[in-house]
C-alpha cells in the first residue's frame, strides 16, 4: 500500500521574551529562509533539518497568505514535517 504525501507542514515560530513580536503556529504549505549557503525552501516532506538563518524568513499559510519576517538572526529545526523557528537569538 502506498504511503499517502502528507501535503502541508505544522509551523511553530518563537520570538524572545520582550520583543514585542507576536509568533505563529498553524499549519503552512511552505517556509522559505536564508543561511550561510544562500536560499532555502521547506516543503512537506523534507528531510530532518536545522539551520542558523539570517535576514528574512517567509510562511506561505494554507489559506495563500504570505507571512514576511525581518530579523537578524534565527535557528529552523525540521523533523517530521514539524519546523520550529526561533527569531531574535
Given at each position: ?84 523557528i526561533f527569531l531574535g537569538v
Open positions: 500500500m502506498k504511503k499517502k504525501k502528507n501535503e502541508q507542514i505544522n509551523v511553530t515560530l518563537f520570538w524572545p521574551p520582550g520583543a514585542g513580536r507576536s509568533g505563529y503556529k498553524g499549519p503552512a504549505f511552505a517556509v522559505s529562509s536564508e543561511n550561510s549557503l544562500g536560499k532555502f525552501d521547506i516543503l512537506p516532506e523534507h528531510t530532518n533539518f536545522i539551520s542558523l538563518i539570517f535576514n528574512k524568513l517567509s510562511i506561505l499559510t494554507l489559506g495563500k497568505r504570505k507571512i514576511d519576517l525581518q530579523f537578524k538572526r534565527g535557528v529552523l529545526e525540521v523533523s517530521e514535517d514539524n519546523v520550529k
